[in-house]
């Protein structure tokens, strides 16, 4: 059974790692520097794209649903911060990093129902719109992060 036939859980789950794949993606083939460069007034770029994903990762399962504190999980206050480069950051370290979070992120969901609910800014949120949410948002970044890419690649 595919994700286009599975049932809810399994379609939600597939889905999620569908925008996974394609925020991942974003880095295939670039150099260091592309990956870093910035086409945007905002601190958007490749590199900092898949971090804010790990970010987003981070602040929802590890912190949200798992229960930790942000300084335990080791993610910033702000969202802006999630996309603040240093030197240390590097496309194979922030590609380890994701896939580390996101193993994690599995592992967490996965012991809860999807009618279980967590606490969010707004009120209660479900892991059921927790996937939904996430979907959107790293289909979103996805899309920005495919028009950088074609610039950048288009530049040479």
Request: include cysteine.
């Given at each position: 059974?595919?994700?286009h036939?599975a049932?809810?859980?399994?379609?939600l789950e597939?889905?999620?790692d569908v925008?996974?794949?394609e925020?991942?993606g974003?880095?295939e083939?670039?150099t260091?520097?592309?990956a870093?460069?910035r086409l945007?007034?905002s601190?958007?770029?490749?590199?900092g794209l898949?971090t804010?994903?790990?970010?987003?990762e981070k602040?929802?399962?590890?912190?949200?649903v798992?229960?930790l504190?942000?300084?335990?999980v080791g993610i910033?206050?702000?969202v802006?911060?999630s996309?603040?480069?240093?030197?240390e950051h590097?496309?194979?370290?922030?590609l380890?990093?994701?896939?580390?979070a996101?193993?994690?992120s599995?592992?967490i969901?996965?012991?809860?129902?999807?009618?279980?609910q967590?606490p969010?800014h707004?009120?209660?949120?479900?892991?059921r719109?927790?996937?939904?949410?996430?979907?959107a948002?790293?289909?979103r970044h996805?899309g920005?992060?495919d028009?950088l890419?074609?610039?950048?690649?288009?530049?040479?």
């Amino acid at each position: 059974m595919g994700i286009h036939t599975a049932g809810e859980r399994a379609v939600l789950e597939g889905l999620v790692d569908v925008q996974r794949r394609e925020i991942v993606g974003l880095l295939e083939g670039l150099t260091e520097e592309q990956a870093r460069r910035r086409l945007v007034p905002s601190l958007t770029t490749l590199l900092g794209l898949v971090t804010h994903a790990t970010f987003v990762e981070k602040v929802w399962f590890h912190h949200r649903v798992q229960g930790l504190s942000r300084v335990e999980v080791g993610i910033p206050e702000t969202v802006e911060e999630s996309f603040v480069l240093t030197g240390e950051h590097t496309v194979a370290s922030v590609l380890e990093a994701h896939a580390a979070a996101c193993e994690r992120s599995r592992v967490i969901a996965a012991e809860h129902d999807l009618d279980e609910q967590f606490p969010w800014h707004h009120g209660s949120v479900s892991l059921r719109f927790l996937y939904g949410h996430l979907i959107a948002e790293l289909a979103r970044h996805a899309g920005h992060g495919d028009i950088l890419r074609e610039q950048i690649l288009a530049e040479g």
